[in-house]
């Protein structure tokens, strides 16, 4: 036993005689996954019932191309970008941007095309990359029907992906008291539970298709938005203009619906705050995103905005991504009754294990469709 002589304060009683403040509540730096899984909880959920699903997607018939090696102003034959002369048949007009001369086709061989020079024009030089525009056919009078042509639907896959977030503890410590709100198992779970959407937000964002054979099953992991977009590409390089958002937009807005959502960074979001507030509307949009949302109206279409957590770093926190959400499913796989949505499976222990230790589980994948309706916007620093 210590003795202490005088009086006795708190720095020589002993520590554990002393009462501990912790404050009543444990803080948690994300204490909420709503507003870190903005894109995969607004996304029209519709159930798979094949690990591996599909969509079918139709697209228009393709118009541009360009001119390969140039050709003087009276060849005949005129040379287009490798696997596109698919694109033309006997009797399309084309146009060459750059010169203005419209030109028939007569025939087509692979990637050359036998043409008819100068068709209410001036036959002129094309230089190579000259852009070429299908602008319609002109068939002769009292002529018969050219060979009807089909463009079949294209298919498009994603697999389905299982995401497992565990958390398990003794019967000991759950049966324990705690100073602290909320006890360990209801922290854990409600933890747990944030992580489990993100790494499903994030996945769906920026993971890769794949299906591997690690061990005596397959591992699949499902395709993200940044995976399926492949044309509507812009890179800001540093410091975005409004002229540059304007671009941005009209390329955004050529296919798909008239309203899309953005995802956006911290770093994108400060940069459109520079542009004139007459083109912005902050509104509270609680029910459909759970956050402000700021609406851009634009001639090409109109923009909800949302600052997106997750999209930081060095390279994503930079970045826009519109995305058209009637493009866009989450699928998640059941058959025969069974659902593998998210849900708790509880009590996944061994038997004879005098703990506890439950999972969040899902098996769901991303069906993205239409790719050129959809964009990124890159590079922004400022």
């Known amino acids: 036993m210590a003795i202490v002589t005088g009086a006795v304060t708190t720095t020589n009683v002993l520590n554990d005689q002393l009462a501990l403040d912790f404050g009543n509540q444990i803080s948690l730096l994300e204490p909420s996954a709503q507003p870190l899984a903005v894109f995969s909880r607004r996304a029209e959920k519709r159930r798979t019932v094949a690990t591996k699903f599909s969509w079918f997607e139709d697209t228009s018939k393709p118009r541009f191309t360009a001119q390969a090696g140039g050709a003087t102003n009276v060849a005949t034959t ?38 008819t020079r100068g068709i209410g024009s001036t036959a002129t030089a094309m230089l190579n990359g000259d852009e070429l525009l299908i602008i319609g056919t002109a068939q002769p009078e009292n002529d018969t029907s050219k060979p009807a042509r089909t463009d079949q639907p294209s298919k498009v896959t994603n697999n389905t992906q299982i995401f497992r977030t565990p958390f398990e503890a003794s ?39 794949s299906a591997t054979t690690p061990g005596a099953t397959e591992d699949r992991t499902t395709g993200g938005v940044l995976s399926f977009i492949t044309s509507n590409q812009t890179d800001a390089g540093g410091d ?28 994108a979001v400060s940069a459109l705050n520079k542009f004139p507030a007459s083109k912005q509307q902050t509104t509270n949009n ?57 849900k708790v499976l509880t009590q996944r222990q061994p ?13 769901v994948g991303l069906q993205f469709g239409l790719q050129r309706s959809h964009a990124v916007l890159t590079g922004i620093t400022s």
């Open 78 to 115: 005129v040379a287009v970008t490798a696997a596109t002369g698919t694109y033309f048949q006997q009797w399309d007009q084309v146009l060459n941007t750059r010169t203005g001369e419209q030109f028939r086709v007569d025939a087509v061989a692979t990637d050359n095309l036998t043409v």
């Open 171 to 209: 019967d000991s410590l759950r049966a324990s008291g705690f100073q602290l709100n909320p006890a360990e198992w209801p922290r854990q779970a409600r933890n747990k539970g944030i992580e489990h959407a993100k790494d499903i937000e994030y996945t769906f964002l920026l993971g890769r298709k």
């Open 240 to 267: 975005l203009s409004e002229a540059e958002f304007n671009a941005f937009m009209l390329q955004a807005f050529r296919y798909g619906s008239a309203r899309k959502l953005a995802l956006a960074s911290g770093v």
């Open 286 to 342: 609680e029910r459909t995103y759970g956050m402000d949302v700021t609406t851009y109206t634009s001639p090409f279409g109109t923009l909800q905005l949302v600052y997106h957590r997750l999209l930081e770093g060095t390279k994503y926190g930079g970045y826009i991504i519109v995305v058209d959400m009637e493009q866009t499913r989450y699928r998640y796989l059941a058959a025969n009754g069974e659902s593998r949505d998210t």
């Open 351 to 363: 038997n004879d294990q005098d703990g506890r230790k439950d999972e969040y589980l899902s098996e």
